[in-house]
């Protein structure tokens, strides 16, 4: 749909420079006209330069997503129309592309289109999670309600994904520091020291000659390292991109020693979370574990739920795999056991996200603790090579006088 850049003059006679989306100029002259604007200056500029950097440089995040599903949820549930609350919502955005997106939505239901079919069309930035929820609230007639949920559960999500990333933030930040000093000291600080341990004349200790090898390495082959380190990550990220790849490494960080313990009860509790939401929106048990194999993008729960899929499909229970797994925890199939007998499965899968929602969150807190030492151990040991390289020869040549 256009996007039409226009320069008008209010009923006061003040001078208004903005953006409509239309389906034509004449239909964009009508909307501004509503607004009591007279329109001096108008240009499509769907296609322009302005609107595909800017869509780059505003790509809609979570938090958005987030702020627009609680907006709408509340003005659904005050009896706002459908419409109007989207035009309202477009006025309080404040990302540009995401603003330009919720306006052709709003023009497309405008125009009779059910909301999950014109969020459908944007399906980069409303999931099949999102859309499914959406219709399963047009469908029932509870949209007001569904939509309050599902606001409340993105933002339990959003929360959990910003701690886990705050709590990363000391030992990247730790780990770049040292990088840093560890450049700054091979490159500057060392080829000053060696070249007058050298100078002495004496029989350099094995730490010593180590260092002043990596340090001339360093200094003469800077710009094959950087092209080497370059190629490492493009390979890395190009094999992390093939089946064999992404599933050798979703493995893996299953099994690092405490973090991955951390990353398996966020899937877990990103399992439980979404499969509740869906069920509670009436969603079929089949359609919501395809949907939840999306959302989960590790390949050993895709690989689970898979295999509970097939049992499903064939008139088994959705314990049968999550009993067999090692990365699943024996509470959650025995509490989904419970809810499929007592048809309360949503509500026992809520109930169990809650808890190691609270597992989740006390590892994070903790997760500073964890890395420390190992982080004080890298540090150590870095500085106990430097101090012996650099010690041990001055050392040596005080003793001979």
């Known amino acids: 749909m256009p996007i039409f850049r226009y320069k008008a003059k209010n009923n006061k006679g003040k001078t208004k420079v903005g953006k409509v989306i239309a389906l034509s100029e004449g239909d964009a002259l009508k909307r501004l006209s509503k607004k009591l604007l007279n329109v001096s200056k108008i240009d499509d500029i769907s296609n322009s330069l302005e609107i595909k950097i800017n869509e780059k440089l505003s790509p809609v995040k979570n938090k958005d997503l987030v702020v627009f599903s609680r907006q709408f949820a509340v003005m659904i549930s005050a009896h706002v129309t459908i419409t109007e609350a989207l035009y309202t919502i477009i006025e309080q955005t404040e990302n540009d592309h995401f603003r330009n997106i919720i306006s052709k939505i709003a023009y497309e239901v405008d125009g009779g289109a059910l909301l999950s079919d014109a969020l459908k069309q944007y399906n980069r ?123 050798t490494f979703d493995y893996f960080l299953l099994k690092v020693p405490s973090i991955g313990k951390l990353f398996q009860l966020i899937y877990l509790v990103r399992f439980c979370r979404s499969l509740s939401t869906l069920l509670r929106g009436g969603v079929s048990m089949n359609k919501s574990l ?97 101090v012996a390289a650099i010690i041990l020869p001055m050392y040596n040549m005080a003793s001979q006088f």
């Open 290 to 386: 395809v949907i939840v194999g999306d959302i989960i993008k590790n390949t050993a729960y895709k690989d689970i739920i898979e295999e509970t899929i097939d049992n499903v499909s064939e008139g088994g229970s959705i314990i049968s795999a999550l009993e067999d797994s090692v990365y699943v925890p024996k509470m959650i199939p025995e509490m989904m056991s419970v809810g499929e007998k007592t048809g309360k499965l949503d509500d026992i899968l809520e109930e169990v996200a809650k808890f190691y929602d609270k597992d989740v969150r006390n590892q994070l807190n903790n997760i500073s603790a964890i890395i420390e030492p190992v982080i004080m151990v890298i540090m150590g040991l870095g500085v106990g090579i430097m």
């Open 125 to 247: 930035i409303f999931s099949d999670f999102y859309c499914n929820i959406i219709k399963a609230g047009e469908t029932s007639g509870k949209l007001d309600e569904v939509l309050n949920y599902l606001a409340d559960e993105m933002e339990k999500d959003y929360d959990m994904l910003k701690k886990f990333k705050g709590a990363m933030i000391y030992p990247a930040f730790i780990l770049a520091g040292l990088l840093g000093v560890g450049v700054v000291f091979i490159f500057f600080v060392l080829p000053e020291l060696t070249t007058m341990l050298q100078e002495t004349g004496a029989v350099l200790p094995l730490p010593t000659r180590i260092v002043i090898g990596i340090t001339e390495f360093g200094q003469k082959y800077y710009l094959l390292l950087i092209a080497l380190l370059i190629a490492f990550i493009i390979a890395f990220r190009a094999f992390l991109k093939t089946k064999l790849g992404k599933k």
